[in-house]
């Protein structure tokens, strides 16, 4: 490995650039129950929002609040005026589901870049607010000048937070895009023999230190977007020590694309 793709610096570049924008933004956060994976990502964002000079608005809402409650109190917030974007904290209960609540919210206030009107503008190259990891993953390789025009880019995962919106941000004709793009899943067959053709590859699977080194080609660059809780540690879907020699470049876990996320999604605060 010759370049370790660190994700602090790329964020700090961010948040100071957030830092010199006026007016001030808030981010108004809209959260149902309690969950652990939910507390440690509103803990990142409270402690980016505060480095950023960005105010919170939290509504939290009971576990079990009922359906009219949730999306009233979403209504509220958006009519409030208070907030220049919303985020809606995952995990929602079934009663109200992230769909249905993205349409009150509406495309203005999307800061996550998830309304059907902000991902069809992705689709069509043309995007005005990006999802926050895909995002994530072009402000690192705009960081660290990794150019995808022309690179075979294989990206594992086909989610639609993550594989789908960034398949679509890489064939754009722009800069940043015009890869060749293939997207892999848990149907692929023979994703070693695809993976191993990657200049470039991507991966978001969930799988703990899934891709091991038979999975990559010399001198690739390897970005983890994967993180996962495995005896206790916080890993990624690539195992780094198996991979690292053979690659070119890599990103750690934790310390890579994860931390520039929450910083992607308040700079699209500055956006909408
Ligand atoms: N860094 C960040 O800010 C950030 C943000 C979001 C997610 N994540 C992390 O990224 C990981 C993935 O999350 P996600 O939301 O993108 O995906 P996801 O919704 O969990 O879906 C997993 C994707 O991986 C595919 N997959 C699963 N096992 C596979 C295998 N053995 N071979 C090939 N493909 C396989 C699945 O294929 P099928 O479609 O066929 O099921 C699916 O497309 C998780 O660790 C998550 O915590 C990180």
Redesign the pocket.
């Known amino acids: 490995m010759q370049i370790l793709l660190k994700g602090t610096i790329v964020a700090d570049k961010i948040i100071q650039r957030l830092k010199d924008f006026s007016p001030k933004r808030t981010l108004g956060i809209v959260r149902v129950g309690s969950y652990p994976g939910s507390s440690s990502y509103l803990k990142g964002i409270k402690k980016t929002a505060s480095k950023a000079e960005v105010s919170l608005e939290l509504l939290e809402l009971e576990k079990n609040a009922p359906e009219e409650e949730i999306k009233n109190s979403v209504r509220e917030m958006k009519e409030s005026g208070k907030v220049d974007g919303i985020l809606l904290m995952e995990p929602l209960p079934t009663c109200a589901p992230i769909q249905e609540l993205i349409e009150i919210v509406g495309k203005d206030l999307d800061v996550e870049g998830i309304h059907p009107y902000n991902l069809g503008k992705t689709l069509l190259g043309a995007s005005e607010i990006i999802i926050?990891?895909p995002k994530?993953v072009l402000e690192l390789m705009d960081f660290y000048k990794i150019k995808p025009e022309g690179k075979n880019t294989v990206i594992?995962?086909?989610?639609?937070?993550?594989?789908k919106p960034l398949a679509n941000l890489l064939l754009r004709k722009s800069q940043f895009g015009n890869a060749t793009v293939t997207v892999?899943?848990?149907?692929?067959k023979d994703?070693k023999k695809i993976t191993k053709k990657a200049d470039i590859l991507i991966v978001?699977?969930?799988?703990p230190q899934?891709v091991t080194e038979e999975f990559i080609k010399e001198g690739a660059i390897v970005i983890d977007?994967?993180?996962?809780e495995k005896e206790g540690k916080i890993t990624g879907?690539v195992d780094f020590e198996s991979v690292k020699d053979k690659s070119y470049a890599i990103t750690p876990v934790p310390g890579?694309?994860?931390s520039i996320?929450t910083a992607a999604l308040l700079s699209n605060l500055y956006q909408l």
């Open positions: 926050s990891t994530a594992l995962g086909r989610s639609n937070v993550v594989g892999c899943h848990s149907r692929t994703l978001s699977i969930g799988k899934f977007v994967g993180i996962n879907d890579g694309v994860g996320t």
